[in-house]
């Protein structure tokens, strides 16, 4: 391995990078999303689609986190989701048509 250069083994395969004075590596950053496969709508790598308020494609569900595919991935990360989750529930639960949908989703589960 030449001086300054980083190798990374991937399931894709090998790459060398240099030169290269700093790496930073997350290792295994992979969605944990198994449990949605078939009731939301994930893209390629897996990761949960939500819109800017983290509603999925289900009525009445909302997601945050690891499972959304964050930039950062940290609990700050996820904990700076909540208040764009609350202020997306808020605005459904004010709205008395998808209120009633919502409830009427509860109920079912």
């Known amino acids: 391995l030449p001086e300054h250069a980083v190798r ?14 700093l790496a930073y590596v997350n290792l295994g950053y992979t969605p944990r999303s198994a449990f ?10 897996g990761w949960i689609e939500v819109d800017a308020s983290f509603r999925t494609s289900a009525p009445g569900v909302w997601a945050v986190g690891e499972v959304v595919g964050p930039k950062a991935p940290s609990v700050l990360t996820v904990m700076g989701h909540a208040p ?16 009633e949908r919502l409830v009427a989703g509860m109920r079912k589960r």
């Open 36 to 45: 949605a496969v078939g009731a939301l709508r994930q893209n390629e790598g």
């Open 84 to 99: 764009t989750v609350a202020g997306g529930i808020a605005a459904a639960l004010e709205d008395g048509e998808e209120r």
């Open 8 to 21: 990374f083994e991937t399931s894709q395969g090998e790459t060398l990078v240099e030169p290269c004075d």
